[in-house]
């Protein structure tokens, strides 16, 4: 809830000062040599394992801040806001399997997603406009090349 107040605070200042925004609203952060799957997922042992989340490498992170600064100029002022994040959500089953942690599935199997979009984030604008196009489409993905 704090995220989208300071987003709606910054486009209102962007409509009243003139001045042009741009937020770039990030996934989970995860990369190669990274504490942050394993550290989250004592917060995530009571979620259903099937439960969606939107990921990004930290190269991906990178490539998103990198693009919004080179291709976007100012054309006056304006507020725009893009979703950084892989193409895929990963589960909190997939989580704990890349971290090599074992998921208590008996304890997870009554568990259910209220909201199945809960999780999921688009990144079709930064792909319009930005050009982004995530080197790791997928937390597997990384762990596939080494990245994790």
Known sequence: ????????????????????????RLAFVYGEGDPHIENILPRL?????????????????AQGVHRAIRVLRPAGAGYRAYNICGDGVSTVFELHELAGQSMDLAAAGGRSVEDPWSGVSDNTRAYRELGFRPLYPSARAAWRDGAL
Do not use: F, Y
Not at 12 to 18: F, M, P, W
Not at 45 to 61: G, K, L
């Open 1 to 24: 809830m704090s995220k989208r107040e300071c987003e709606e605070r910054l486009r209102a200042l962007s409509g009243e000062v003139g001045l042009d925004i741009v937020t770039l």
């Open 45 to 61: 042992a009571s979620a259903a394992a099937h439960a969606p989340m939107a990921v990004v490498h930290h190269a991906d992170v």
